[in-house]
């Protein structure tokens, strides 16, 4: 995840980290020029807070986060794109500028997706997923369509997934769940009253769960055992289409299902797998 959405988030920040986090935030431009004497200066704490803080976020120390912190800056400046997410091309271009316009949005999106995610909380998200017994995906509409085939690629590895909200019956499944299974949230926005619903019940049962969504501040993140984050950049009701949240979904499925394969693979779960694939192979062909 970027330092600066870990900054904003404030995730377990003791007063005086929320303090110089605040500060970085607010002087972002002019923190490369920074030294940790002068950090510790200007907000009134000490250069072992400020140690504590990097620490938080991952990091060895001050040097390093300068140092995340410059590529982070220089990442944001090779994306900038005259690609809008919500408008993505124009009515005048013709039919191959529109596709270079898409396909702009494309690069730009999964490089911002990328960017987004951490390698412990990748770890720590196909593990889950590999232990849990059954998978019950939460998705309505436009992303139904990447939790289907999120739910295909893994059936084909013989996990038991379900997607819960796909014939309305997600409170028979929400119920139904336990503490060997887990859920996952599909929601660009984070908004909706039963995912709300749920989520609070799965906290109540110690049932994990996993929210994928650009709303890192929302209720259903916090709530959440585990959240990747997506970019924020589709406005809700000023847009031509779901572009970008669906791109950066579709990867973040896609980079998460690879895990999950890589990781089954190294457990040789494949090897008593096998044999059951190839008798499904044998009666598709019958069919």
Not at 39 to 53: D, G, M, P, Q, V
Request: aromatic share 10%; with cysteine; proline share 2%.
């Amino acid at each position: 995840m970027k330092l600066l959405m870990q900054l904003s988030d404030m995730h377990n920040f003791t007063p005086n980290e929320k303090s110089i986090a605040a500060y970085i935030l607010l002087h972002k431009e002019g923190m490369l020029h920074f030294n940790v004497q002068e950090l510790a200066k200007a907000t009134y704490t000490s250069h072992s807070a400020i140690n504590r803080l990097t620490h938080k976020l991952g990091l060895s120390g001050f040097k390093e986060f300068i140092i995340k912190l410059a590529r982070e800056f220089q990442q944001d400046t090779q994306n900038v794109s005259n690609v809008d997410p919500n408008y993505p091309f124009s009515l005048e271009e013709t039919p191959l500028e529109v596709a270079m316009d898409i396909a702009e949005l494309m690069k730009e999106t999964i490089a911002k997706t990328h960017a987004y995610l951490d390698n412990d909380l990748l770890v720590q998200t196909a593990g889950l997923l590999v232990q849990a017994k059954r998978i019950f995906i939460y998705a309505l509409g436009d992303s139904q369509i990447r939790a289907k085939s999120f739910q295909n690629k893994l059936i084909k590895i013989n996990k038991y997934v379900v997607i819960a909200t796909e014939l309305y019956e997600w409170a028979y499944h929400t119920v139904n769940l336990t503490e060997d299974d887990c859920a996952i949230f599909l929601t660009y926005h984070g908004k909706s009253p039963i995912y709300l619903r749920a989520a609070r019940h799965f906290r109540q049962e110690n049932i994990p769960f996993i929210t994928i969504t650009a709303a890192s501040q929302s209720e259903l993140a916090q709530l959440s055992t585990l959240c990747i984050h997506v970019p924020d950049d589709e406005v809700k009701h000023a847009k031509i289409g779901t572009f970008s949240s669906q791109i950066a979904f579709e990867y973040a499925l896609n980079v998460i299902y690879s895990c999950i394969y890589k990781l089954s693979y190294e457990n040789k779960e494949f090897t008593a797998k096998s044999q059951k694939n190839a008798f499904i192979t044998d009666m598709l062909e019958d069919v």
